[in-house]
């Protein structure tokens, strides 16, 4: 197991599409492991997107139990392929993020969604959450596609902010 080396603005990885997971070979499965271990030596992640570590690849980490503040959740999840097939509701949240380490901001994002993926032995899956576990899910998404959460918020003036 290894501690990955997270890319943070402006690296144009950040910026890419990633893409589709073919097969589940022995170098994902330790892509995963790795990345579990990046977020969870971080102290404060609760998710994680392979792009964040340089492999632009559909697969995220969330474990929003992690996070002092008790929170409904799922545990730790291992999405592969990961699409939201339903978001309903609105949340205005403060958000962080290993890739913009010295800011946080306000974005906005749907409270309830459904999500397909594959889990780690690919077996196709759907989980239905909300609230703080549902941020966290789409912001890992968002990463697969090239967003990073400064692109979400309203303003940079009024929503972003030095982390201290």
């Not at 097969?23 to 997107?49: E, F, P």
């Not at 008790?70 to 339903?86: A, S």
């Not at 032995?121 to 959450?129: A, E, P, R, S, V």
């Not at 990463?143 to 918020?153: Q, R, T």
Request: charged fraction near 20%.
């Amino acid at each position: 197991m290894a501690n990955l080396k997270v890319l943070t603005i402006p690296n144009p990885i950040l910026k890419q599409t990633c893409a589709s997971v073919e097969n589940i070979s022995d170098g994902v499965v330790k892509l995963i492991n790795d990345m579990k271990d990046t977020m969870n030596s971080s102290g404060h992640c609760v998710g994680i997107a392979a792009s964040q570590v340089g492999v632009t690849l559909r697969l995220i980490v969330v474990n929003v139990s992690l996070n002092p503040k008790p929170h409904r959740n799922n545990g730790l999840l291992v999405m592969i392929n990961p699409v939201i097939t339903y978001k309903s509701g609105k949340l205005k949240s403060r958000e962080g993020c290993l890739s913009v380490p010295n800011f946080t901001g306000n974005v906005s994002r749907n409270d309830k969604i459904a999500v397909e993926y594959s889990d780690i032995n690919g077996i196709k899956k759907t989980l239905k959450t909300s609230g703080f576990e549902s941020i966290v899910i789409q912001h890992e998404i968002d990463h697969l596609n090239g967003i990073v959460f400064l692109d979400k918020v309203s303003s940079l003036k009024t929503d972003v902010f030095k982390r201290v």
